[in-house]
């Protein structure tokens, strides 16, 4: 069994790197050449931890070998970005290049399956592709969808012991795409199809996403009402079937932030939570960014000088140093933009060093700022002493 993953980033290295140490011979496709070099050399270009020692077995071994172009294989994976274009409509360009790139390749008997999240209906469409070009493999090759649920940061885990959705655009093609996974999945394999697999992973962050607006919400209420959030969410969770997750400045990452438009997009009368979800979400760094605004001035009517501002966290959650689509960076970018000559100390205790940011150490910036604001909730933050001579602004609950 050969099989190819079309995509070394974030998911589809880590995928192609487990398959390769369970003994499946993989060529992993990347059209960055450097990616491509740096796999080759054992060198990770992405972060995860325990991944890199991974790598350089599998490499050595020669179970992994990675290419700019694919190789004639047996299985073919799609696992590219689909992104959103203006108007959040979702972007599914790279995934139909990546199936027209293996296209020519494809036999009797072989296994194509899409793993980036995409929208309903893309399976079928992509299918559509292939047999409108190679229609002399219409019912002879499996077609499937099976999203990645892993979290970053836990990926060697999750990729093994989570359970998965698998949905072929016929019964033959699950059952092949579950035989595929079944060799290195430990979590149980669900067999559906494939339309149902694709809206099962939107519907998962779309979840996520409605959950966190709650929560969010909340922090807005609260706010107005003189209602600690972090004691209200406590309290009301000790009710046995209430699980509120928490508020913060926003929701950011790849997939929260984004998967819920490849639904109102599609399905804009019927996904009235949904959209909703998306606006108070994103509404909550503006009003965040806003308020550290208004401390600002108030701090200078009071003082009679510009204060010295501490933003504590620019990652996008909590111990990564993933800064990508992160409402954090967008606060401290949309603050500094409109500080007028204040001193803006940006804090990232889980990276060294930034090409637009000046990073400040956290407890030198605690100690200096007038004004704190914890923005990301990264474990040091919390051992950090509530200070009374500081005007602190906590949007992620570091002093709960
Ligand atoms: N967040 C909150 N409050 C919370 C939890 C999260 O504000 O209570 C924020 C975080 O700070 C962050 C954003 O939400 O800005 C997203 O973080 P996350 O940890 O919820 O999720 P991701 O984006 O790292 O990973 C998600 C996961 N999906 C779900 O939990 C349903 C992961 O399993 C998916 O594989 C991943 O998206 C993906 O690739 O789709």
Not at 95 to 100: F, I
Not at 246 to 253: I, L, S, Y
Request: negative net charge.
């Amino acid at each position: 069994m050969k099989a190819c993953f079309m995509g070394l980033g974030y998911i589809g290295l880590p995928t192609a790197i487990i398959a390769a140490k369970n003994g499946i011979e993989v060529n992993g496709v990347d059209v960055n050449p450097i990616v491509v070099e740096k796999t080759n050399a054992g060198e990770l270009h992405i972060i995860e931890p325990g991944l890199g020692e991974l790598l350089k077995e599998v490499v050595s071994t020669g179970a992994l070998v990675a290419t700019t172009t694919p190789e004639e294989c047996d299985a073919y994976f799609m696992v590219v970005p689909t992104p959103f274009k203006g108007n959040h409509q979702p972007d599914t360009s790279f995934v139909e290049a990546a199936t027209r790139t293996v296209l020519p390749l494809l036999k009797e008997g072989d296994l194509y399956v899409i793993e980036s999240t995409s929208p309903i209906g893309t399976t079928e469409a992509m299918a559509d592709i292939i047999y409108s070009e190679r229609p002399e493999l219409k019912g002879k090759i499996y077609i499937a969808y099976c999203p990645e649920r892993v979290l970053p940061g836990n990926v060697i885990y999750e990729l093994v012991q989570n359970d998965r959705v698998i949905g072929g655009i016929d019964e033959a093609s699950t059952e092949k795409a579950i035989a595929f996974y079944a060799q290195f999945v430990k979590g149980q394999l669900h067999r559906t199809n494939a339309r149902t697999a694709e809206m099962c992973k939107l519907t998962e962050n779309s979840s996520r996403d409605v959950q966190i607006a709650f929560a969010n919400e909340l922090s807005l209420i609260c706010d107005r009402a003189g209602i600690n959030v972090w004691e209200l969410i406590a309290l009301a969770n000790k009710h046995p079937r209430v699980n509120i997750l928490q508020p913060g400045c926003g929701v950011g990452g790849h997939c929260i932030a984004v998967d819920p438009y490849f639904i109102t997009s599609a399905y804009p009368e019927e996904s009235q939570i949904i959209a909703t979800a998306r606006e108070i979400n994103n509404y909550k760094a503006d009003w965040c960014a806003e308020k550290v605004e208004n401390a600002m001035l108030k701090f200078e009517l009071e003082n009679h000088r510009k204060p010295v501002v501490a933003m504590m966290g620019i990652a996008f959650k909590p111990d990564i140093d993933d800064l990508r689509e992160s409402p954090a960076k967008y606060i401290a970018t949309k603050v500094m933009q409109k500080c007028n000559n204040a001193s803006i100390l940006v804090v990232e205790p889980n990276v060294s060093e930034h090409n637009v940011f000046n990073l400040t150490d956290y407890n030198e910036a605690y100690e200096i700022a007038d004004i704190v604001v914890f923005l990301t909730a990264h474990t040091p933050f919390k051992s950090l002493e509530k200070r009374e001579d500081k005007v602190i602004l906590d949007f992620c609950g570091i002093f709960r």
